[in-house]
């Protein structure tokens, strides 16, 4: 069908849902891929266009970039509560452009989900890349994560602009060799923080260098296999930084980058790896992030801190082990005692597979208690015992509301983590406490 046409019915369809319904997802950009598939080719962007992808930290990161520029005074189209996927990434082009297809926007900043990069980018103009980490995440939909890695490269072989890497995980650092012609690679890096380790303690992938195999020399570890690498043989690791952060204070908030001191709001190292990322992206730009960086307010169960009940309660989305290692690794550098609630769902959106629990390092210190819910609550249950875990201590339930309720019968801290269909409810459960 002629895409003036498809934009034009799509806008109109737009403008009658929006009177009816706030909310409507990718409803609109369900219909118009369906009405041409290729309908996304056919927008006319004249802006620059940046893309984060990753397992984790895509959405934190492309909403922090996305906060930076319109704290510049510019305007930027984003597709800021996570429709990732082609059919909201067009949803979103769609809200924001003409009835013939023009964008109307200075910049667009788009969180794509890891398979749709290549997909999405041959069809659209892309200036600049991000790519934060490369996890094992909902295997049953992606497949393997080497298969996804390689799509993305053979997308880099031939990509000239901005690509901006992660050189502290591998598995990310490796996209810089796509395209040796490339001139315009940027790598991002964290200088060893307070609670890095020599051994590898959480579920990792990476070990070997993608060029020749050799096994990868760690001089550390940040979290996961995300740390300090090199390849002996052919120098795999070793990489120009472009941006590198220094002296993290995870407890106050605070780090230095280009001979600048930054506060934020936020307390993991996984969040300040999406800050090298945002800084580096900012350095090329020749934005200014430092009031941006220490506004930014997570919400919406991505680090979330709230007072409930006079009890300080800390709410973190995890999808994959690496997701519960950051909120475990959180919990377990706040020496105050404390208590856990895991909600564990076995959704559609989460994948049906939740083996991936047992790749979550338990070790877990100053925990008086745990609660389980969700609809795989004794599955996790199970899981936190056999790492050790007193198990007269573990209290299971079914129902989410019980098991918020059973939480809040004491004043001690809490710690909450829940997986992707798990996090809204369990939100909406703990914000009920009175
Ligand atoms: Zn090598």
């Known amino acids: 069908m002629r895409s ?38 056919y927008f006319k962007i004249n802006c620059p266009v940046i893309a984060v992808t990753a397992t984790n ?9 996305s906060y930076i520029i319109k704290n510049n005074g510019k305007k930027v189209v984003s597709n800021l509560e996570g429709n990732n996927m082609e059919t909201g990434i067009v949803n979103t082009l769609l809200k924001n452009s003409t009835i013939t297809g023009k964008v109307k926007a200075d910049y667009i900043t788009l969180e794509v989900d890891e398979s749709y990069v290549p997909r999405v980018f041959r069809k659209i103009r892309l200036d600049t890349l991000i790519v934060l980490d490369f996890f094992r995440d909902q295997l049953d939909r992606n497949g393997e994560e080497e298969a996804l890695i ?3 490269e053979e997308f880099l072989k031939t990509y000239q602009n901005n690509l901006i890497l992660n050189r502290d995980d ?12 490339n001139k315009n690679v940027f790598y991002f890096s964290v200088e060893k923080y307070k609670y890095a380790t020599s051994e590898e303690k959480e579920a990792g992938e990476g070990k070997f260098c993608p060029f020749d195999k050799t096994r990868l020399d760690y001089e550390y570890y940040q979290y996961s296999h995300i740390g ?14 472009f ?53 930014f307010r997570l919400d919406n169960g991505r680090c979330e801190s709230v007072t409930i009940n006079n009890t300080e309660t800390l709410i973190n989305l995890a999808k994959n082990p690496t997701g519960a290692n950051v909120s475990l690794r959180i919990l377990n550098e706040d020496e105050e005692e404390k ?10 959106a989460d994948g049906f597979d939740v083996s991936w629990i ?24 199970i899981r936190i015992k056999t790492s050790g875990f007193d198990k007269d201590k573990i209290e299971a339930y079914l129902d989410l509301n019980e098991a918020v309720k059973a939480l809040y019968k004491t004043k001690i801290k809490k710690y909450v983590i829940a997986n992707y269909t798990a996090l809204q409810p369990t939100r909406k459960a703990i914000f009920q406490v009175k």
């Open 4 to 41: 003036s046409l498809v934009f034009f019915v799509c806008k109109i369809l737009s403008a009658f849902i929006g009177i009816f319904k706030k909310n409507s997802g990718n409803v609109v950009g369900k219909i118009a891929t369906k009405m041409d598939s290729n309908i996304i080719k």
């Open 57 to 65: 930290g895509k959405t934190t990161t492309n909403n922090i970039i």
């Open 150 to 152: 390689l799509k993305i």
């Open 228 to 241: 300090k690498y090199e390849c002996k043989k052919c120098g795999f690791g070793t990489e120009k930084i």
């Open 243 to 295: 941006l590198q952060i220094k002296n993290v204070d995870v407890k106050n908030g605070s780090f230095e980058a280009e001979d600048e001191r930054y506060e934020t709001l936020a307390n993991s190292i996984y969040a300040i790896y999406n800050f090298a990322a945002v800084l580096a992206f900012s350095k090329i730009y020749n934005f200014d992030a430092k009031d941006s960086l220490k506004n």
């Open 170 to 181: 591998p598995n990310v650092a490796r996209l810089g060799r796509a395209n040796p012609e």
């Open 339 to 348: 208590e856990l609630l895991f909600v564990l769902n076995d959704n559609i």
């Open 358 to 381: 047992w790749d979550i390092n338990f070790d877990i210190k100053n925990v008086t208690r745990v609660i389980t819910a969700g609809t795989r609550a004794y599955d996790i249950a």
